[in-house]
């Protein structure tokens, strides 16, 4: 099946430092989105993105969708202590009507202020 | 607030027993999809239903059922419920299969 790999597991950084993460998949996907899960809570949308070489951006956070439909990033700027939490890359394949997500095992992110 | 709500938000069973959570989509949203977090499996996908049908299927035990109503609410019935079973189940949204899904704010099982 197919399999998105998200690194880093882990991140601690500093308060207004610049974070990176990616994901890469073994197979081609249409969609890539991003999403930010706080303890308890469900996973929050941040980004979509639909074209290979596209980039978009929501504030201080940037994605990417790579060339090659098989990698995404993710980039936040100027950290905060909101920040804080458990982000997940997610790829969508399939047929238009019957696709599914699958998830990246997700990178948590800690700040130090 | 995504405008995905689910009930109840805790539930606390015996193993062997039976358990039923409800999801209501956004409004307008026909699609819905369950997943389910374990601690140390992520976000699994479970099932997509598109208006009231079924459309697609992942890791979903045969102890597990879905459905969704004509109201477009679903409803995610597990049975004979393990241990292992413990974990936290959210549904998601979207407008249309193939969209941006929104989560809810999920359902923490816990099996004793």
């Known amino acids: 099946g197919q399999q998105l790999n998200q690194s880093p597991q882990s991140m601690f950084i500093q308060e207004g430092e610049d974070v990176s993460m990616n994901c890469t998949s073994s197979?081609?996907?249409?969609?890539w989105l991003w999403y930010k899960q706080d303890p308890g809570e469900g996973p929050v949308l941040l980004i979509a993105?639909?074209?290979?070489?596209e980039l978009t951006s929501n504030g201080r956070l940037t994605a990417q969708f790579g060339t090659t439909r098989k990698d995404s990033f993710l980039n936040i700027s100027a950290s905060i202590p909101s920040d804080v939490g458990i982000y997940f890359c997610?790829?969508?394949?399939?047929?238009?009507?019957?696709?599914?997500?699958?998830f990246g095992q997700g990178t948590r992110l800690t700040i130090n202020p | 607030d995504s405008g995905v709500t689910q009930t109840p938000k805790h539930l606390i069973t015996a193993t062997g027993q039976r358990v039923t959570l409800r999801c209501s989509p956004r409004?307008?949203?026909?699609?819905v999809y369950w997943y389910q977090q374990s601690l140390d499996q992520g976000l699994q996908f479970l099932i997509h239903?598109?208006?009231?049908?079924?459309?697609a299927k992942g890791n979903i035990l045969e102890r597990f059922s879905a459905q969704q109503f004509p109201d477009l609410h679903s409803e995610l019935n597990l049975s004979s419920l393990e241990l292992g079973d413990s974990a936290l189940y959210f549904c998601?949204?979207?407008?249309?299969?193939?969209?941006?899904?929104?989560f809810g704010p999920g359902t923490r099982l816990t099996v004793t």
């Open positions: 998601a949204s979207s407008g249309n299969a193939g969209d941006e899904q929104y």
């Open positions: 197979s081609i996907f249409n969609t």
């Open positions: 993105l639909y074209k290979a070489g």
């Open positions: 997610a790829g969508q394949a399939g047929l238009r009507g019957a696709q599914k997500l699958v």
């Open positions: 409004s307008g949203d026909l699609s």
């Open positions: 239903y598109y208006n009231g049908e079924e459309r």
